[in-house]
């Protein structure tokens, strides 16, 4: 009566030979299993099931198992068994299923172990034979990003010097012993112009871990919001848990530019957090330098328990002396400090084109006004005056800054860019069986309203989803093979989705649809089939039509019983066709009863025929 049998956990016999024993008592329904004598005479024996033992242990191997039991309850009585013990009497072929499903839960656990290993090693080959110049690198990066080529042209130098030096590393362990400054990059402009997906993509294409996180996410001692030390964390999962392939891979960190601590009444920067800025930066400086995170955040609950159990030490470790560390940010208010700063020296580049100016090589004349950004000309002392602490921004000696995108640019990144959002539309149409497609008026005016937007390149995405939202809703319910965006789709969409509209048939709509329903209905309950009456489509049609109800989503709610009862039916008289009249249309549910009570009427009848129009 005190103690509760529940479940032996096979685990505690796993290396004994288990025979379950079917038994069958009043005590104890037939059919179920216990283990024999000589399993329990052996567990018994082992001081992690029993303890040390005493003058009650069986010694006799054919004692009889109700005996054996009742030590077996007396130990768990008097706590001599482990506190976790549990107990059950399992039926032999439940207990045979389970250990197959055991066997394939591990073959499948194998498999991906061998899998996500073959994927470390493979990453690690490609870059102990990395070989990359900078120029193959910037070509890559060409088929995504748009402009730029200052950007393409810092990162490609500084991604190769630091996997040339990881390679050397990885050829000879001892070379990890010198002095090695790390060329972490600063990238500087505004929002949508490509800093993170010129790194994505980089990282991508060299084959190593990646991680980008907000700098406004961190906080100093990560009680409140993120520890800095979580990054190192999240590169060891996009590693598949391969620390050495984690420590050497990219961390990005976004909005930096938000963590910086300016003195009081200065507006070069403004700070997104509610924290210590100086502290997260601290903590940012940390990682940049040969330090080793712990693989369990100590904050955290469950690495606290992991600790205590372990007994005090700590599990391994990541070095981050070989983790590369990208930051960017907008930094506006220092662009425009510069710019008063420097203005001067635009009014003579206007006047002597060819002096001193820092833009792309590839923009026009005309452009270089629109696009100009001072940042380029931030020294150290500037990035220590608008709030970054100085060991921080010493840290990060490569600096570079990305132009803004004009409307030529965004009209570039639709048509040529490998990862342009309208291939993404496309794809998104072509689910319902829409062929979309654009024409060049429609693009320049999508590109000249995203130039507006002042995001870059998200400006796009922005223009588009306004300009094709109810498109999106509507267009799947209508007859359309094709849809083309033109510059009037663009300027009034309301206006133009009006005109489509009208032009369809809704009634012709409804029927069409109502067929489709019918067709489903007898795929999916085969091989009952439905076809509605003339007068029952002509009735649901012009109900759903006058309703603006969509005919398959409400066949599906009136019906909701009816292969129920026609496959009842079905059984009783092996009717396999019906016919649904208005009545049932009108209320499926008195006519569903209507046809069981005849057929509970005609239950001796050879046939009930319930097809009549």
């Given at each position: ?16 030979p288990?025979?379950p ?18 399993v329990?005479?052996e ?7 029993f ?19 009742k ?5 768990a009585?008097?706590?001599k ?23 394939k ?26 070989d ?13 990003v ?89 590169l ?16 990005y ?16 920067t403004?700070?997104g ?7 997260v930066?601290?903590n ?22 992991s600790?205590?159990e ?17 930051f960017?940010?907008a ?41 100009r ?6 020294t ?17 000696p490569?600096r ?22 309208l291939r ?15 024409t060049?008026?429609?693009?320049q005016?999508v ?10 390149a998200?400006?796009i ?13 509507e267009?799947?319910?209508l007859?359309?093979k ?45 091989p ?7 007068e ?10 006058e309703?603006?109800?969509q005919?398959?989503s ?15 039916i ?21 006519e ?20 009549i129009?």
């Open positions: 009566q005190q103690i509760k049998i529940v479940e032996i956990v096979p685990d505690y016999f796993r290396h004994l288990i025979q024993l079917r038994v069958a008592s009043k005590q104890r329904p037939s059919g179920h299993a216990i283990w024999k004598a000589s329990l005479q567990a018994a024996r082992t001081k992690e099931l303890g040390d033992g005493g003058d009650d242990e069986p010694q006799d191997p054919d004692e009889s198992l109700p005996d054996l039991l030590q077996l309850m007396k130990k009585a008097d706590g068994l482990p506190g976790d013990t549990q107990i059950t009497f399992m039926d032999a072929d439940k207990f045979a299923h389970l250990q197959d499903l055991k066997r839960r591990q073959k499948k656990e194998e498999a991906v172990e061998k899998e996500r290993e073959g994927r470390t090693s493979e990453a690690l080959e490609r870059i102990k034979n990395f990359y110049r900078p120029k193959e690198i910037r070509d890559y990066l060409d088929r995504f748009i402009k730029q080529s200052d950007a393409k042209k810092v990162l490609s130098i500084a991604i190769c010097d630091h996997y040339n030096h990881v390679r050397r590393i990885l050829e000879d362990p001892a070379s990890a012993r010198r002095d090695y400054t790390k060329p972490n990059v600063l990238l500087l402009g505004p929002t949508g112009v490509g800093k993170t997906y010129l790194m994505r993509n980089i990282a991508e294409f060299i084959g190593v871990p990646f991680v980008k996180a907000d700098a406004t996410k961190f906080s100093e001692t990560g009680i409140v919001g993120r520890d800095a030390e979580d990054l190192v964390r999240d060891v999962d996009k590693a598949n848990g391969d620390k050495q392939l984690a420590e050497i891979g990219i961390i960190i976004d909005e930096v530019d938000k963590i910086a601590n300016p003195p009081k009444n200065d507006v070069t403004t700070s957090s509610t924290f210590n800025t100086r502290g930066q601290n940012l400086l940390k990682l940049m330098e040969d330090t080793e995170v712990s693989l369990q955040n100590p904050m955290a609950p469950q690495s606290l328990k600790l205590l372990q007994g005090g030490k700590e599990d391994k470790a990541v070095r981050t002396k070989n983790i590369l560390f990208i960017s940010g930094f506006n208010g220092l662009n425009e400090k510069l710019k008063k700063e420097h203005g001067q020296e635009d009014m003579i580049s206007s006047m002597f084109p060819h002096f001193g100016s820092r833009y792309d090589d590839d923009d026009e004349e005309e452009e270089r006004p629109k696009r950004s001072y940042l380029d000309k931030a150290t002392r500037d990035f220590i005056e608008a709030g970054m602490e100085p060991e921080f921004i010493g840290r990060v490569v570079c800054a990305l132009q803004a995108l004009l409307a030529e640019d965004l009209l570039h990144i639709m048509t040529s860019s490998e990862g342009s959002v993404q539309l496309e794809e998104d149409f072509k689910g319902y069986g829409i062929d979309l497609k654009f060049d008026e429609a693009l005016e590109a000249e309203r995203s130039e507006a937007e002042q995001t870059g998200r400006g995405v922005t223009v588009l989803e306004n300009t094709l939202r109810e498109f999106k809703f267009l799947p319910s007859p359309f094709e849809f083309t965006v033109d510059n009037q789709t663009v300027v009034d969409p309301k206006w133009m989705l009006g005109k489509m509209i009208e032009s369809v048939n809704q009634t012709e709509v409804r029927v069409n649809d109502l067929v489709s329903f019918a067709e489903q209905f007898g795929r999916q309950h085969d009952v089939q439905i076809v509605f009456s003339p029952a489509t002509v009735y649901l049609a012009n109900l759903c039509v309703k603006d109800w005919m398959r409400y066949c599906t709610h009136i019906f909701k019983g009816l292969p129920e009862t026609l496959k009842r079905y059984l009783e008289t092996g009717q396999d066709l019906f016919v649904i009249t208005r009545e049932m249309a009108e209320n499926p549910q008195e569903m009863t209507v046809w069981l009570t005849l057929l509970d009427r005609s239950f001796e009848a050879e046939r009930v025929d319930l097809t129009i």
